[in-house]
Every structure is written in C-alpha cells, then in structure tokens.
C-alpha cells in the first residue's frame, strides 16, 4: 500500500477556490487510480472526482462537475483537486484514496474500492 498526505484544506468564503494536494510518501502515483472522497456530518463518504491510472480519464460527481478539476502530477507523486466557485455543500473532510487493480473510474466506484487512505484534510465554506 502506498502511503498517502492530504493537504489545502481550509476555511473559504462561497464563490471562492482552493486547491488540495495528495501527495505519496515514496512511490510515484502513475500507476494508480486516485479518488478523492467526501464526508460530511451525517452523511455516508461519497467519491468527488476519481483519475484513473490505465488513461487519465476522470470522473465527476454531478454537483462538482464544471467547478473541478482533477489532475496529477508524476514527478512531484501528486494529485491535485482544484475546486473553484464552492458552495456550502462541498464542505466537509476530503481524503484522497488510492488503489492499483487498475481501476477504471466511474459513478460506480466505492471506498471499499480503495486499500489506501490519507489522513484527510477539512474544507469549510462560509462567509
């Protein structure tokens, strides 16, 4: 398993931007699928935006889709969301989530899907 280190989280006004990082301790993150999850109180933890190892190719969720953006980069072991125009509702603890099965990644991808976790990093949106 590869370890994972969140960061970016914060406190950000709505309408406003912030970009989290998900960084491996060692190995590089090319041949992994990356998700990056939502939890918010009371509410089970939900895949946000996945990158999937085979071809890059992304997945959103619907309330997400045309504010963020996923991307990676191989030489620094990381992968990025960049979440702009955020609403009350995108708040709550993000964890990027790793997995190397190669999965492709779609509406119907699970944290059981996932062996490896960071530690989280808490996003709070208010005025």
């Known amino acids: 398993q590869v370890q994972l280190v969140e960061s970016g989280g914060g406190l950000v006004q709505p309408g406003g931007s912030l970009r989290l990082s998900c960084v491996a301790s060692?190995?590089?993150?090319?041949?992994?699928?990356i998700a990056w999850f939502r939890q918010s109180p009371g509410k089970k933890r939900e895949a946000v935006s996945c990158?999937?190892?085979?071809?890059?190719?992304?997945y959103y969720e619907n309330s997400v889709k045309g504010r963020f953006t996923i991307s990676r980069d191989n030489a620094k072991r990381s992968v990025y969301l960049q979440m702009n125009s955020l609403k009350s509702e995108d708040a709550g603890d993000y964890y990027c989530?790793?997995?190397?099965?190669?999965?492709?990644?779609?509406?119907?991808?699970?944290?059981?899907?996932?062996?490896?976790w960071g530690q989280g990093t808490q996003v709070t949106v208010s005025s």
């Open positions: 989530a790793a997995e190397t099965r190669f999965l492709l990644c779609s509406e119907f991808i699970t944290p059981q899907d996932f062996p490896s």
């Open positions: 060692r190995s590089s993150l090319e041949d992994y699928t």
């Open positions: 990158i999937s190892a085979h071809d890059d190719s992304t």
